[in-house]
């Protein structure tokens, strides 16, 4: 799959995550909310990782730099 995400929007996904982790550990979320929470904490690291979001794809959407030298 082509990567469809810059560098802005996999650290925001990766913080978010964190923190559904840490409201997690904490037991500030329990329950259905944990597991709905946990399960798009698990979704935005493994985009986040990968680059590539299968929701941008049919909308085509991009957060890629388009300049090839931006390093992303």
Do not use: E, H, W
């Not at 037991?27 to 904490?41: D, M, N, P, R, V």
Request: aromatic share 4%; net charge positive; hydrophobic share 50%.
């Amino acid at each position: 799959m082509k990567k469809n995400m810059g560098t802005i929007d996999r650290i925001m996904r990766t913080v978010v995550a964190l923190a559904i982790v840490v409201l997690y550990v904490t037991g500030q979320i329990s329950g259905a909310a944990a597991l709905l929470l946990g399960t798009i904490a698990l979704v935005f690291i493994a985009t986040g990782i990968v680059g590539t979001c299968p929701i941008y794809l049919p909308l085509r959407l991009s957060t890629r730099s388009r300049n090839k030298n931006a390093g992303d």
